[in-house]
Structure formats: C-alpha cells, structure tokens
C-alpha cells in the first residue's frame, strides 16, 4: 500500500528531499514502512537511500532521523576499528 509522498523535505544544509512512503509487506516482514528517499540535484536527482522500519507508528522525519544518527555511530566504529 502506497502511504504517502512529501513532496519536498529539507535538511540543515539546505538540501532539498523528495520522500516516499510505502506501507506493506516486505520479503517475510508482514508489515512494514519503507522510506524512499532522493536528494534533489539539479533537474534530477541522486541515487536513492532505502529505509526500513518495522514500527509502523513512526513518520518518515522519525525514521530518517533514527537513520541518519546511527549512521554516524556507525561510520564512528569504521574508522575506530581501523585504528
């Protein structure tokens, strides 16, 4: 099921976001939220970025904030392993 489409988001370095939501099955998750997720560059856009959260309550914003501050853990612990 299609949920929702913003057409367009911002974040704090001015980037323009255009966000899709969709609500169903995925693989074996019977329900699921996926954020689709494509940075305006130009006339076009950049590669998409794929979200997955099986807490269908949160927003796309919520899941794209959870998202972006794990990523920071994570790319932390990368370069700290390598140390």
Known sequence: M???FYPRLS???GKDYRVYVYEGP????ENALVVISYEVDGDG???PIYLIS???ELDSKTIINYYS???TI??????LNKI
């Open 54 to 56: 099986t807490d269908i």
């Open 74 to 79: 994570e790319a932390i612990i990368n370069i």
């Open 2 to 4: 299609y949920r929702s």
């Open 11 to 13: 974040d704090r370095q």
């Open 26 to 29: 995925v693989a074996k998750i």
């Open 45 to 47: 856009f950049k590669n």
């Open 69 to 71: 501050k794990r990523w």
